[in-house]
């Protein structure tokens, strides 16, 4: 229970999983700055997904971990694979005008990351971010 599953494979299904995802981050108390967080980080992967491996799935789950809630979002597709993950992740350095990649933005926004891929190709990519829910915004029942 608690998971949904987008279908990506053009622009209109990042649209429509970018609305949705809002509205369960926005149902589960996440605030708007953390709301839009989120649905940055789903933008950016559904991108790479439709980008380098034609289509994929994004599946959102919340999770209940003793007194935490927390939201978690898998994009998974089965293109090529990235190459070269280790290193791009832990590139200090900066793209073109000390902009950042779209998933070094995501480990930025999110609070876990972990990707997984075969850099060799053909067995796809699952990358899995999560976001906690701030217990002081439990607390005093923002949303
Ligand atoms: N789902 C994926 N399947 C295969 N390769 C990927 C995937 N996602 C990312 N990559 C590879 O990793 C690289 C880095 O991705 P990242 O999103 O960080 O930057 P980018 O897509 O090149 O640029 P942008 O900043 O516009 O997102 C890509 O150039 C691509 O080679
Ligand atoms: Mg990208």
Same mark, same amino acid.
């Given at each position: 229970?608690?998971?949904?599953?987008?279908?990506?494979?053009?622009?209109?299904?990042?649209?429509?999983?970018?609305?949705?995802?809002?509205?369960?981050?926005?149902?589960?108390?996440?605030?708007?700055?953390?709301?839009?967080?989120?649905?940055?980080?789903?933008?950016?992967?559904?991108?790479?997904?439709?980008?380098?491996? %034609?289509?994929?799935?994004?599946?959102?789950?919340?999770?209940? /971990? *003793?007194?935490? !809630?927390? $939201? @978690?979002?898998?994009?998974?597709?089965?293109?090529?694979?990235?190459?070269?993950?280790?290193?791009?992740?832990?590139?200090?350095?900066?793209?073109?005008?000390?902009?950042?990649?779209?998933?070094?933005?995501?480990?930025?926004?999110?609070?876990?990351?972990?990707? %997984?891929?075969?850099?060799?190709?053909?067995?796809?990519?699952? /990358? *899995?971010?999560? !976001?906690? $829910? @701030?217990?002081?915004?439990?607390?005093?029942?923002?949303?």
């Amino acid at each position: 229970m608690d998971k949904t599953t987008f279908h990506i494979k053009d622009e209109e299904n990042i649209v429509h999983a970018r609305s949705e995802v809002r509205e369960i981050a926005r149902s589960l108390g996440f605030d708007e700055l953390d709301q839009a967080r989120i649905v940055q980080s789903v933008s950016e992967l559904a991108r790479n997904v439709i980008q380098y491996a %034609k289509e994929g799935t994004i599946t959102v789950e919340v999770l209940t /971990v *003793e007194d935490r !809630k927390g $939201l @978690k979002i898998k994009v998974e597709d089965f293109g090529p694979g990235i190459p070269n993950v280790k290193e791009l992740m832990m590139e200090a350095k900066r793209k073109h005008n000390g902009e950042t990649s779209g998933l070094q933005q995501v480990r930025m926004l999110m609070d876990d990351m972990n990707i %997984k891929t075969s850099e060799t190709g053909e067995a796809g990519t699952c /990358v *899995e971010v999560i !976001k906690w $829910l @701030k217990t002081s915004t439990m607390l005093n029942g923002k949303s």
